[in-house]
């Protein structure tokens, strides 16, 4: 039996329910015992292995539960570490309290089944006593954070952000519209009624500016097509073969049938950068050429691309189409500006959030365009 005291200790990766830690001193792989009695009756199956965060690699746990493991047994500061914002997942205290939600939320679901013993539930009906049960354990967790704080939050928030950097606030009216056929706002100008971000559009376009609503789109179809031959490379050792939902089939409700791709098992994470980084540099080395050039290699790769596309969200003909297109663009001259958009008032308290790229070929410029009713 190790005497080893298991003081200097490192999480493998804090976004697993059950958290494993390696002993920096004798390298044994251990789980704190105040998560024995959680995992033991609703995680058994993550108590063999743990996850590394920057590999994927999985990590035998090769000495059980031990006391005082974790930052809040060890009676040390906890250092909070919340899950990206997602649909249902949203307010800060969802996403710094995940953890704390999702066992709670364990718990009184298995008491509230004890208590009803064998019956003819419905899975749906589970499923609603589920988000119920989810609803109450977070407006509690929200009460608890504002008198005995377990977390503090990130401070960055959008003002600050403004102030720091000298961003200039465009402020715009617009006069909203009801649509109960979707849940975001619509705004009516001269031109009919659109949403907030085509209301930003619409206003640099008049001042002669060249808009493209694109969020996160053109970063998944250029990562995929110009990545496309280093990330699938064959000779990678760590590259497999793994199968994915054709989401075109999906989209229109149809059953879709299985892709195979090569992926490699690190992809994602900090640690296939790192390992990977010679290969990617020699990569881009040869793809870094003219705008005429870029198009023709974007043309070429983008066939070839496809199935990674689809895991990338990054293959709707609506993207590849607007993307291409930023090729015409005269390359001296292009400067990019973002546009953050918000809405305010009454009609819509916490409007939806974006950022713009355009074009100009006087300067670059950098704004927050504020639409208010």
Not at 56 to 71: D, L, M, S, Y
Not at 83 to 93: D, L, V
Not at 181 to 210: N, P, Q, T, W
Not at 333 to 357: E, R
Request: hydrophobic share 35%.
């Amino acid at each position: 039996m190790s005497k080893c005291p298991h003081s200097n200790v490192r999480c493998l990766s804090e976004f697993e329910l059950i958290r494993k830690y390696r002993c920096e001193s004798c390298g044994a792989v251990m789980m704190c015992a105040c998560d024995e009695s959680i995992g033991r009756k609703f995680l058994a199956r993550q108590l063999e292995f743990g996850v590394e965060l920057d590999t994927k690699r999985a990590v035998p746990v090769t000495a059980g539960f031990q006391p005082k493991v974790c930052e809040e047994c060890r009676g040390l500061p906890l250092t909070p570490h919340p899950m990206a914002a997602s649909p249902g997942r949203t307010s800060k205290i969802a996403r710094y309290y995940w953890r704390e939600l999702r066992f709670e939320a364990m718990k009184r679901f298995e008491v509230w089944s004890q208590s009803q013993g064998p019956g003819n539930r419905t899975p749906a009906e589970d499923a609603e006593l589920k988000k119920k049960i989810k609803r109450d354990v977070l407006e509690e967790l929200k009460s608890l954070h504002e008198t005995a704080p377990k977390y503090t939050f990130s401070k960055n928030r959008p003002r600050q952000i403004i102030d720091k950097y000298g961003v200039e606030v465009v402020p715009l009216n617009g006069t909203y519209v009801s649509s109960p056929a979707k849940r975001r706002a619509i705004i009516m100008d001269s031109a009919g009624s659109c949403s907030v971000e085509e209301y930003a559009c619409r206003h640099f376009r008049r001042l002669g500016y060249r808009t493209v609503i694109v969020e996160n789109e053109p970063i998944h179809v250029l990562f995929g097509v110009f990545m496309s031959l280093v990330i699938q490379d064959a000779t990678d050792p760590q590259n497999r073969t793994v199968g994915i939902s054709d989401h075109r089939h999906f989209d229109g409700e149809v059953r879709g049938k299985i892709i195979w791709i090569l992926l490699p098992d690190d992809f994602g994470t900090r640690g296939y950068g790192v390992r990977r980084a010679e290969a990617i540099r020699r990569h881009l080395s040869t793809v870094m050429c003219e705008t005429g050039e870029l198009q023709r290699l974007f043309d070429l790769w983008l066939g070839p691309s496809a199935d990674l596309r689809q895991y990338l969200s990054g293959d709707r003909k609506v993207q590849v189409a607007r993307q291409r297109s930023t090729f015409s663009l005269p390359l001296p001259s292009l400067k990019y500006f973002g546009i953050l958009s918000k809405t305010t008032g009454a009609a819509v308290q916490d409007g939806p959030t974006c950022w713009y790229t355009g074009t100009t070929s006087s300067s670059s410029l950098k704004s927050s365009l504020q639409v208010t009713s």
